[in-house]
């Protein structure tokens, strides 16, 4: 059984800089493409980045663009979103996802089976 944990959520001052941590445990890491999710309050979960299984494709937002960057680690089954210069709208829970990597990659909700429990993110302006 597949069991993901975010982390590193909390309140950064827009212009800053903040880290989310994506542990999965249960199963191979690399087996598994990865994501990141977000909602904000009042909104519908949205696509923020995915990353494949090896690491050499990734797939942004137009609105994170240029600003985060989605990387993993496979030796220590973890997945990262280093958040740069976040903005006010960028408040929201972060949510990763995973699927497997030999089913389904993409920038739809339904491509993931498997989710984390959330992080909140709060940019202060």
């Known amino acids: 059984q597949v069991q993901l944990v975010e982390s590193g959520g909390g309140l950064v001052q827009a212009g800053g800089s903040l880290r989310l941590s994506c542990a999965l445990s249960?199963?191979?890491?690399?087996?598994?493409?990865m994501a990141w999710f977000r909602q904000a309050p009042g909104k519908e979960r949205e696509f923020v980045a995915a990353i494949s299984w090896g690491g050499g494709t990734t797939y942004y937002a137009d609105s994170v663009k240029g600003r985060f960057t989605i990387s993993r680690d496979n030796a220590k089954n973890t997945m990262y979103l280093r958040m740069n210069s976040p903005k006010a709208e960028d408040t929201a829970v972060y949510y990763c996802?995973?699927?497997?990597?030999?089913?389904?990659?993409?920038?739809?909700?339904?491509?993931?089976?498997?989710w984390g429990q959330g992080t909140q993110v709060t940019v202060s302006s």
């Open positions: 249960g199963r191979t890491f690399s087996n598994y493409n």
């Open positions: 996802a995973a699927a497997d990597r030999v089913v389904s990659f993409g920038v739809r909700e339904r491509e993931y089976d498997y």
